[in-house]
């Protein structure tokens, strides 16, 4: 769907003419900026039932509710602010406005601070009604601030509040472009990494493609859902939690990755470093992988993320080429321990491509990459041709750093995964791959039998209908 891109001063208008749509605002923190713009065009009174801030946290908990960890800028609070805003417009305006759409903006926020110490990240969110006397839709986002400046994110906020009232009035029956509309007048300057759409007019919207767009039009980086497809914000559930991440393609995942999983966590959580009761493990896939046979097959993403979703795994999906990237985005969140679980030939390309793109600055592209707190959990792999053992110890590392390699070993940078299953490594999921979509026997033997009987039933992966 081909659209002109507004600006946010047409945008606030084209509502506050449309005497369909009416409601009120709510801002905590730094989001003061989003009805100033509704005010400033004008016709202000056909929209706007009102706006508050409850700046102070006493008049705040008043109002919306202690939050029980003490946290203003999070997601509970968020939704205390559209429930009780909404629910006051249905009581004191339904009789006398019983022909217009309610809406409840809200959002809290914190701005960069003078000592740049925080970086800037909020909540916003639009309950909103498309009918008179349907039940209300929510979207409901987390954005990163990326201006370096306090004023210049104060106003990214009301750019990207404006965008997400026109958005959801708009472009509803098109999920993807509202999304792209988010970014209207904010190109790298806000990173969305949480988008979630829920309502009766949202229905028919899968919100695992919704994380899938948000990272394919630029929006993030990283996005984040749950086994049922729920969109997740690290900030709310991974927060001073240690983390394991296992990149792959999933397509399918086989009795390899499956034992590479294991293997690695029960390692992991047996670090001195690291508590049981606060670990939790991940699978990430990147779009690049994604988009290995070219174009990016939106059925071929759900199949994957099918068969994770129902083994009850987080998904990570992000357009972090390089694992440094994804390390950064992590450490962010207060996450004390980072553990990534990676086959060896894996690890010899990042050794070797870290080397041959950072002539000049080899420890500081290693620096990145291998910080205190990450480790890399090596799974071991077969050579082609001899048969032996490519592991972690064994790996062929450029001779001129092979001090730095040994380095990384010494002080358990890369470890070698422990407890591996010898008898399943001639296993591979490219070949597994073109088993199921050529209809050859014996795929089954190669995946978890959970995961073969799923494919089976649901006809994933281009399975052939014929026996």
Same mark, same amino acid.
């Given at each position: ?14 509502i ?13 923190g ?41 946290r ?16 006051l ?21 914190s ?90 007019d949202?229905?028919?919207?899968d ?7 948000a ?18 914000h690290?900030?709310?559930f991974?927060?001073?939690?240690s @983390? $394991?991440i #296992?990149? +792959?393609?999933?397509?399918? !995942?086989?009795?390899?990755? &499956?034992?590479?999983?294991?293997? /690695? =966590? ?6 001195p ?21 070219g174009?990016?097959?939106e ?7 099918? @068969? $994770?979703? #129902?083994? +009850?795994?987080?998904?990570? !999906?992000?357009?972090?080429? &390089?694992?440094?990237?994804?390390? /950064? =985005? ?6 004390p ?54 592991? /972690?110890?064994s ?45 050859k ?12 009987e ?5 006809r ?8």
């Amino acid at each position: 769907m081909s659209r002109r891109i507004l600006e946010t001063e047409q945008k606030a208008l084209e509502i506050n003419l449309d005497e369909r749509i009416y409601g009120a605002f709510a801002e905590i923190g730094a989001g003061q900026e989003v009805a100033r713009h509704f005010f400033q065009v004008g016709a202000a009174a056909g929209t706007i039932a009102k706006t508050m801030s409850a700046y102070d946290k006493t008049v705040s908990d008043q109002i919306y509710g202690p939050e029980p960890k003490g946290r203003y800028v999070c997601e509970s609070r968020l939704y205390k602010m559209l429930d009780h805003e909404y629910e006051l417009l249905q009581e004191r305006l339904r009789a006398e406005r019983p022909h217009q759409n309610f809406f409840a903006f809200a959002d809290t926020v914190s701005a960069i601070n003078f000592q740049k110490t925080i970086k800037g990240s909020g909540w916003l969110g639009l309950r909103f009604q498309l009918h008179p006397e349907a039940l209300p839709n929510d979207v409901v986002l987390h954005v990163r601030l990326l201006d370096n400046d306090n004023r210049l994110q104060q106003q990214a906020i009301g750019i990207l509040g404006v965008n997400l009232i026109y958005g959801c009035f708009r472009f509803h029956h098109d999920p993807e472009v509202l999304l792209q509309s988010l970014m209207d007048n904010l190109r790298d300057r806000v990173a969305i990494d949480m988008v979630r759409l829920n309502g009766p007019d949202f229905q028919g919207v899968d919100n695992r493609l919704v994380c899938l767009w948000a990272v394919k039009n630029h929006l993030t980086e990283v996005t984040i859902f749950g086994p049922g497809g729920i969109p997740l914000h690290a900030s709310e559930f991974l927060y001073k939690k240690s @983390i $394991l991440i #296992a990149r +792959g393609s999933y397509r399918p !995942l086989t009795l390899v990755q &499956q034992d590479m999983i294991r293997c /690695a =966590y029960r390692q992991f959580c047996a670090e001195p470093d690291v508590d049981p009761e606060k670990a939790f493990f991940l699978t990430e896939i990147t779009l690049d992988n994604l988009r290995a046979d070219g174009e990016l097959n939106e059925r071929d993403f759900l199949d994957r993320v099918e @068969i $994770l979703g #129902a083994l +009850g795994q987080t998904v990570i !999906l992000s357009n972090c080429v &390089q694992h440094k990237k994804l390390i /950064a =985005y992590f450490r962010d969140y207060k996450v004390p321990r980072i553990g990534l679980a990676i086959g060896a030939r894996k690890l010899q390309n990042i050794i070797r491509e870290t080397y041959e793109h950072n002539p000049d600055n080899l420890l500081g592209a290693f620096g990145e990459l291998f910080l205190r707190n990450v480790r890399f959990y090596v799974y071991p792999a077969r050579e082609t041709h001899s048969g032996a053992l490519l592991t /972690a110890q064994s790996i062929r590392v450029p001779r001129e750093i092979h001090f730095l390699y040994q380095h990384l070993l010494d002080h358990r940078n890369i470890v070698d995964v422990e407890g591996f299953d010898p008898d399943i490594l001639h296993i591979y999921h490219k070949e597994v791959l073109e088993m199921i979509r050529h209809g050859k026997p014996g795929w089954e033997g190669k995946v978890p039998e959970n995961v073969a009987e799923m494919i089976r039933e649901k006809r994933l992966f281009g399975l052939d209908n014929k026996p």
